[in-house]
């Protein structure tokens, strides 16, 4: 498809456990961020990677957060030893280099945390 | 620094009538603007964007903004609801750098009657 993929759409694991969350941008986009959403809230910035660079990950919450991207294609959110206030969707988007260029969202992953 | 507030977090119109939902942003630089929209379980998707152009911006599903710089307001309408238009709205703001760090308001939950 032509859109932002993300992967699994649901998670669902238990306390302590490493998660890996998957983004695939749109073709040619070289921007790409991650965005955590929960409960009743707006999103919240954590990371933003220019190609396969990370010039801004003053989002994530805690070294326990962190993400990879190749070249300007997949990245991965991981979030290691994971605790309840996790829980939330995990949105991803990409977008041509640029303030106002529009940020494609993917549909996100929703992460339980038993 | 740049933050957003959404004046109401639920918004109930009747089928046919107008929409309004209220945005108001503070930004220390030259602000672009978004409203996106989110189904449930889906991802956001842009209805539209103010980047210094016209102050009056029309999107798509018939929605349309207005900027007001003296107001600091960038509140969204549509001359008739239609059922399909129940969602979550957000009103997005980044300043004008190079690149999109997103500042989300909390989202105003629109419901429609028939």
């Known amino acids: 498809g032509a859109g932002v993929s993300q992967s699994p759409s649901n998670k669902v694991t238990e306390k302590g456990k490493d998660v890996e969350l998957r983004c695939d941008p749109i073709?040619?986009?070289?921007?790409l961020y991650w965005y955590r959403q929960r409960l009743g809230q707006g999103l919240e910035f954590l990371i933003y990677?220019?190609?396969?660079?990370?010039?801004?990950k003053s989002g994530l919450p805690s070294d326990r957060f962190s993400a990879e991207r190749t070249g300007e294609s997949v990245s991965t959110l991981t979030i290691q030893r994971t605790q309840q206030e996790d829980s939330a969707v995990y949105l991803c988007?990409?977008?041509?280099?640029?303030?106002?260029?529009?940020?494609?969202f993917g549909d996100g992953t929703r992460l339980s945390i038993l | 620094a740049q933050s957003v507030t959404q004046l109401d977090s639920h918004v109930s119109v009747s089928e046919g009538t107008p929409v309004l939902l209220r945005c108001n942003y503070s930004s220390s630089y030259s602000p672009s603007l978004f409203w996106y929209v989110q189904h449930p379980n889906k991802g956001l998707q842009l209805l539209l964007k103010?980047?210094?152009?016209?102050?009056l911006v029309k999107g798509i599903n018939g929605f349309e903004a207005e900027f007001k710089k003296s107001e600091t307001s960038f509140h969204l309408t549509k001359p008739s609801a239609h059922m399909s238009d129940a969602a979550e709205y957000f009103c997005v703001v980044t300043r004008g750098t190079s690149y999109g760090k997103l500042t989300f308001g909390q989202g105003t939950i629109l419901t429609v009657h028939p």
């Open positions: 990677f220019q190609g396969n660079s990370a010039p801004d």
């Open positions: 988007a990409s977008s041509l280099e640029g303030s106002n260029q529009p940020q494609h």
């Open positions: 103010y980047t210094s152009a016209a102050t």
């Open positions: 073709s040619g986009h070289t921007a």
